[in-house]
């Protein structure tokens, strides 16, 4: 219980109220007690003046001397006038503590009688008896006549109604305390539950954090500080999540990113090794044989040409990949639907080879901010893709046109024949993609399309592949004159 904030604050508060209460009893008993007292010394105060004017006016009225004779003589009338005149018992006796008479014998036979041995003394003294609501007061002093002791009176008076009072008093005050402590306590106790509950749900909630469940909400809605402790719980664990989900994100695309460089790299190798495997082969046999066999030597040495060719185009696509990261140098403003129209005229020798047809509808004046050199390849690895993969006999549409309102100038070029997969389309322009091997043409190694996307990239455009009613459809766009590369 002492390891929770509410049995902390349970037993606190019952500490506190407890320790209060059992002062305001003790003090205020005391208050009564010294009140009472005042009160009965006020009043036996009052007694002896009054004993003393009468016994002094008898002694002038009877013209007695002062001694003590006189003073029993008189005992018995004096005892009667006292007690009618103050309601109280009284007693008479010498100055040796002989009783000479009392009001009644029964008040003051047996009782305490430390008040009359202090008055033999020549003192004043009473002694106060009392229990629960009732109590009395013997009270004696001596009768001193003209300086000499004549006798002593004592008086025996009931002060039970005072006790009872204050005994009524000490009821009342116990009782509205006792209810005020139990008030404040019940107060403390859901004061303290309105506290630690949402401090426990909070508790409960971090342990759960710590458990791994972040999913996990105080649902606890104040507008106090708890409330607010609450409220920046939830946002924090909400900034841990979103934290969270972006290193995971980053770590799959981080991995991802291993694995395509892995891909690349054994694609690197494996490309490069066919080739100079080749070469190293026929150029062996051409220098052991030499030129006694012809036929095998033209045609070991057309091998090593064709193979030397492939590996130098190889080479050149992996530097034009390279040049991704690199400064590509200052943009100009180019005509782009020139260039498009110089490529498609010198492509279409390339595409009647192939028995197929380029039919181009491009507008003038469709000027971009660019490179001239970069985007004639950019076009040629387009147009090559496009007759190498459309079907026997076919139209190859290339489209150009500028859209002012948007800044660009979009391109098309589209081809019939067999389409890929949309997976297939989101991996293409991956370096050495090869995909579907019935449709990688003979000594390709798949980085036309890694240019091609690395040219649009730097000059700030865009580029997709679209399968439609088998037709495959390349669609570019680039920033116009008025755009800068890179805002798209």
Not at 284 to 312: Q, Y
């Amino acid at each position: 219980m002492f390891r929770t904030i509410r049995g902390k604050f349970v037993v606190g508060f019952f500490v506190i109220f407890g320790l209060s209460f059992v002062v305001l009893n003790v003090t205020l008993k005391e208050v009564i007690r010294t009140s009472n007292q005042k009160i009965i010394t006020s009043d036996l105060i009052g007694l002896k003046n009054n004993g003393n004017v009468y016994v002094r006016q008898a002694f002038l009225i009877n013209h007695f001397t002062n001694n003590n004779l006189y003073f029993g003589q008189m005992a018995e009338e004096m005892v009667d006038d006292l007690h009618r005149a103050t309601s109280s018992e009284v007693a008479a006796y010498t100055v040796d503590g002989i009783l000479l008479y009392a009001s009644d014998e029964e008040a003051f036979a047996g009782r305490a009688a430390d008040d009359l041995k202090q008055a033999l003394l020549g003192k004043t003294a009473y002694t106060i008896t009392y229990k629960g609501s009732t109590g009395s007061v013997y009270f004696a002093y001596p009768v001193v006549v003209d300086g000499v002791k004549v006798g002593i009176l004592r008086y025996a008076e009931d002060f039970s109604p005072l006790y009872a009072q204050s005994g009524r008093i000490l009821n009342v005050v116990f009782e509205v305390a006792l209810a005020i402590f139990a008030a404040a306590f019940l107060f403390s106790y859901l004061l303290s539950r309105h506290i630690t509950i949402p401090l426990t749900k909070l508790t409960r909630a971090s342990t759960e954090v710590i458990g791994g469940n972040l999913n996990v909400r105080s649902g606890i809605r104040r507008k106090d500080e708890i409330g607010r402790l609450a409220a920046n719980f939830n946002e924090m664990i909400g900034r841990i999540s979103s934290q969270i989900a972006t290193i995971g994100h980053d770590r799959d695309r981080l991995k991802q990113l291993n694995e395509q460089e892995k891909r690349f790299f054994d694609n690197v190798t494996h490309e490069l090794k066919t080739p100079l495997t080749s070469i190293l082969g026929y150029a062996e046999m051409i220098r052991e044989n030499g030129t006694s066999d012809p036929a095998f030597f033209d045609k070991g040495m057309n091998h090593i040409v064709d193979e030397s060719r492939r590996l130098h185009g190889m080479v050149l696509n992996l530097l034009e990949v390279s040049r991704r990261k690199a400064d590509q140098g200052e943009l100009e403003i180019v005509e782009a639907g020139a260039i498009l129209r110089d490529v498609c005229d010198a492509m279409d020798i390339r595409a009647k080879r192939y028995k197929k047809r380029i039919v181009l509808a491009a507008a003038d004046g469709l000027f971009v901010l660019g490179q001239g050199d970069r985007l004639r390849q950019l076009f040629i690895n387009l147009l090559d893709n496009a007759i190498k993969y459309s079907s026997p006999r076919s139209e190859i549409a290339v489209l150009a046109a500028a859209d002012p309102a948007a800044g660009i100038v979009r391109f098309e070029f589209a081809n019939p024949g067999e389409t890929l997969r949309p997976d297939e389309l989101a991996a293409v322009f991956e370096p050495f993609y090869s995909g579907d091997r019935r449709y990688k043409e003979e000594g390709s190694v798949g980085l036309g399309l890694s240019i091609v996307k690395s040219i649009v990239d730097d000059h700030g455009g865009s580029i997709r592949i679209d399968a439609e009613a088998q037709r495959t459809i390349v669609r570019v766009e680039l920033p116009s004159e008025g755009r800068e590369a890179g805002s798209v």
